[in-house]
């Protein structure tokens, strides 16, 4: 499954990072991205940041998934 | 994200049509716009104007049951762990499954990504294991970058069973078949790896349109949009709705890793059968890497699950409310084939959201 939630860097170590994404912790490996920086927003899949994202699409994304997930609740994904 | 009101996108859609003169026939190749298609119930809105078919791009629906056959013979051999994701473990092969035979003692882990895999080799030397390689070019780079990373440590006891798969060879196949459409809503992530110039070749050699769409129920429908416009103008062209991640050319610097270790390959998809250059295998310099080679995997003949018609559903011709099985004999809970497994599976979206 695809997650299109943009992830935030919050700390890299070598090729491998922290992110956040909603709240959640993960790690990410940041070998397939180039210049990637502590703030930057990254797409993730199967461990892995597939794409850098524009820092203000990538908050106005997240408020969307945010206001959604308060108004509607969503049906829970494993 | 540009999030256009739903009216607005649905009346660019009814415009559109209008200019069309008829209903047209779009393929969602993605397994997971298929889930979202059905969960937000996007179909129904736009009945009149967009029938919508599911595509070859649920991974663990295309894989061949060979290759499934094959994880289950590598899973019960002594000392050998499984590495997976997770979709994988509840497909069913001709007398068995992951779960099952993980219930019988074989050990069969769950993993978020390769990298996992290869930690839990790492961890226990005395042991082997072995990754299901599975999955499109979304997820191919990834487990290059872990392989190599395998090869430069020499990590010995971790290996690879590689059915990776290259989404356009498989909607070239889709289109030599019998299904007849109008255009492509193409996968978002592959896209971002491939880039949208990648489809390019398709959209010359067929004069079928792909738009390379995001994830959200409002991508799609702006997806659908943008291609009912260019359905309409009677242009040909590959375009990208979800513009916040897609690039005309892609990831460049992941399109390298994936090469560097992984080549084209002919690969034999569930219902589509062998498709020429449609897979990647490890490139002479990693076959060591290579789990069929190392445990000498005898050859598995082609083979098939008495009565499911997944093949049929993947090629766009059967809708999975069609299958005979549909419901009673195969349901999420029991599944008899993988589209019924994988949230991403057409079968199993069908039979959630209606």
């Given at each position: ?57 990538a908050e106005e994304t997240l408020a ?15 | ?74 899973a019960r051999r002594p000392g050998v ?274």
């Amino acid at each position: 499954m695809c997650l299109a939630i943009p992830a935030r860097v919050v700390s890299i170590k070598g090729t491998l990072a922290r992110v956040e994404v909603m709240g959640n912790a993960r790690q990410a490996d940041l070998s397939l991205l180039d210049d990637v920086a502590i703030g930057d927003y990254i797409l993730v899949h199967a461990g892995f940041g597939i794409q850098k994202l524009d820092r203000s699409e990538a908050e106005e994304t997240l408020a969307i998934f945010r206001s959604l997930e308060e108004g509607i609740g969503e049906d829970a994904e494993p | 994200m540009r999030m256009q009101s739903l009216e607005h996108v649905l009346s660019r859609i009814r415009k559109a049509s209008g200019e069309i003169g008829r209903r047209v026939r779009v393929m969602e190749v993605c397994g997971t716009h298929t889930h979202v298609i059905a969960r937000a119930g996007l179909k129904p809105l736009v009945r009149d104007e967009v029938a919508l078919v599911s595509g070859p791009g649920c991974p663990v629906c295309v894989t061949a049951q060979r290759d499934i056959e094959k994880m289950l013979l590598l899973a019960r051999r002594p000392g050998v762990t499984v590495a997976t994701f997770g979709d994988m473990v509840r497909v069913p092969g001709i007398n068995s499954s992951l779960e099952r035979a993980r219930a019988e003692g074989a050990d069969v882990r769950v993993v978020y990504s390769a990298r996992d895999a290869l930690e839990l080799a790492r961890s226990d030397p005395s042991g082997e294991v072995v990754f299901l390689a599975v999955g499109f070019e979304t997820t191919a780079p990834g487990v290059a970058s872990v392989a190599l990373e395998a090869a430069e440590s020499g990590t010995a006891n971790f290996s690879l069973l590689v059915s990776h798969k290259r989404i356009v060879p498989a909607m070239a196949a889709v289109l030599d078949g019998r299904v007849a459409l109008d255009g492509f809503l193409t996968p978002g992530h592959v896209s971002v790896i491939i880039g949208s110039g990648a489809y390019e070749p398709l959209v010359r050699e067929y004069g079928v349109p792909c738009v390379a769409t995001g994830f959200e129920p409002c991508d799609v429908l702006e997806g659908l949009a943008m291609l009912l416009e260019i359905v309409a103008e009677h242009r040909a062209e590959s375009v990208i709705q979800y513009t916040r991640a897609v690039t005309p050319g892609g990831n460049a610097r992941a399109r390298d890793i994936m090469m560097r270790v992984f080549e084209t390959a002919d690969a034999e998809w569930r219902g589509l059968g062998v498709i020429p250059g449609s897979g990647l295998r490890l490139r002479e310099e990693f076959r060591k890497l290579d789990a069929e080679e190392r445990f000498s995997l005898p050859e598995v003949p082609p083979t098939e699950i008495e009565g499911c018609a997944c093949g049929e559903v993947l090629k766009g011709l059967l809708d999975p409310a069609h299958c005979p099985l549909f419901g009673n004999r195969c349901t999420p809970e029991s599944p008899v084939g993988p589209c019924m497994v994988s949230s991403e599976g057409s079968c199993a979206a069908t039979y959630r959201y209606g």
